[in-house]
């Protein structure tokens, strides 16, 4: 039997919450937002989106055998909740705002353990591979746990939160964000003991107008730090003398430079870099300059926890590719999938990344739109064609509305182009002109799904 997390009436004594009870309180053992993953003995939060309302799926939730439900009491004559929990024997907790409660379960349930070392990372990009490596380093040497996969945004991360357990002793958060004041609320929820920022660029800057502003919003994951907490930020950067102003807490910058163990570096293509650290060979999987650079954040984050130049080691060479991130797939041709997400930064390193490397065949270099730029996309898919017209590519193919800019830089300087805004024509035409031996870069925003070109450009080897 699901141990329990929490009992229901403690949860809803801890919130301030009504609890409308119709059985025993036995607890609950997991927590949803999706009545779809709900399991038996789970507590089920009915959140408000954008395009259905979580109240109408209680019932469902209940059948699938959510032990309660976090409703609004706004909603409860509207959906008849009463009833329904009645009817079922189950719990109603009653609350005003379901988010808000996911939050404040999360961060009240978290306080349960509080011997558990708490990470927070954020950052305009890399802030997932970043954790991924760090918590490949600690778990060598602590128990830890961490999001899955991204879920790092203002449901994913609480909901990650109900991942801990009494055995863990380290928990290393990613934390996300695409509206302001979002690092605000999820970095409350788990209140870090370190708390590292990878970078600042313009990721999601429609929402926020300016670089300064995504500056201001990243840094509020330090405002939970105590005295003997630790900021990390990253050295000689133009930024770093900003994100360290006013912080509480210790203060430490990161980099290559500044790391005395670190004693070279030499790239091996799609195979990685190898580090020498601390007199040892390190065969650090990842490839490209970016891996590097999150592998040296997630470094900055083991030292500080701290864990051994052996963990260290192990953690960097254990570490596997996430999807769309850097995936590198051999078939008819060799393709490199970077397609999870895309900035101007991201998308120039990864451009940069395959002009770098040594190879005999062509490159291909196919991007999609770079979304949630705002009005500053014009600009920034104009200098992408200016970095594709440089780049050593034999032909760009370019997918998606926005990309329309790139492709004007592209037909006035005659490099060899193709642009559409159909995945079928775009999947047509690339298939009759790619051939054995080719390298083939894909980048684009997590919505212009790429990842659909991989089977015909591998030939089915994915």
């Not at 259905?52 to 019932?59: A, R, T």
Request: aromatic content about 6%; glycine content about 8%; charged content about 25%.
């Amino acid at each position: 039997m699901t141990p329990s997390l929490m009992g229901v009436g403690e949860l809803s004594g801890s919130l301030k919450a009504r609890r409308i009870s119709n059985s025993s309180d036995m607890g609950f053992t997991s927590a949803s937002i999706d009545s779809r993953n709900v399991k038996e003995g789970g507590l089920f939060f009915a959140l408000n989106g954008a395009s259905c309302d979580g109240h109408s799926f209680v019932k469902k939730a209940f059948k699938s055998g959510a032990r309660a439900a976090v409703v609004e009491a706004s909603k409860l004559e509207s959906f008849d909740l009463v009833n329904i929990a009645k009817n079922a024997g189950k719990d109603l907790i009653v609350v005003e705002n379901t988010l808000k409660a996911l939050q404040d379960s999360a961060r009240v349930y978290i306080d349960k353990f509080p011997n558990l070392l708490k990470i927070g990372i954020t950052g305009s990009s890399g802030k997932t591979t970043t954790k991924e490596i760090a918590a490949s380093m600690i778990s060598f040497e602590k128990n830890t746990v961490k999001n899955p996969g991204n879920l790092n945004s203002e449901t994913g991360l609480p909901l990650s939160v109900f991942e801990v357990r009494s055995v863990h002793e380290a928990g290393v958060f990613e934390c996300g964000m695409n509206k302001k004041n979002e690092i605000l609320e999820i970095a409350g929820v788990i209140r870090p003991n370190i708390a590292a920022i990878t970078n600042i660029g313009t990721a999601h800057i429609e929402n926020f107008g300016s670089r300064e502003e995504i500056l201001k919003e990243k840094k509020c994951i330090f405002n939970f730090l105590n005295d003997s907490d630790t900021a990390l930020i990253p050295g000689g950067e133009e930024y770093s003398s900003e994100l360290a102003r006013n912080v509480k807490g210790n203060v430490r910058f990161f980099s290559a430079e500044l790391f005395s163990e670190l004693e070279g570096t030499r790239s091996l293509g799609l195979d990685g870099t190898e580090i020498t650290w601390a007199g040892e060979k390190i065969h650090f999987p990842l490839p490209g300059k970016h891996s590097l650079s999150d592998a040296i954040a997630a470094i900055a984050i083991a030292k500080t926890v701290p864990v051994s130049n052996a963990a260290i080691k192990k953690g960097l060479e254990s570490v596997k590719p996430l999807f769309g991130r850097l995936e590198i797939f051999k078939g008819r041709t060799t393709v490199i999938c970077d397609c999870y997400n895309a900035n101007p930064e991201s998308t120039q390193k990864c451009i940069e990344f395959c002009d770098s490397l040594e190879w005999d065949g062509r490159r291909i270099y196919v991007t999609g739109d770079m979304l949630e730029l705002g009005e500053t996309s014009f600009a920034a898919h104009t200098k992408l064609g200016e970095l594709l017209l440089k780049s050593k590519a034999e032909k760009i193919f370019l997918f998606g509305e926005e990309s329309s800019a790139a492709a004007s830089v592209l037909k006035s300087n005659a490099k060899p182009f193709f642009h559409t805004c159909n995945i079928d024509e775009l999947s047509k035409t690339l298939d009759s002109f790619v051939k054995k031996g080719d390298l083939v870069l894909l980048k684009g925003s997590r919505g212009m799904k790429l990842e659909r070109l991989l089977e015909m450009l591998t030939g089915g080897a994915v």
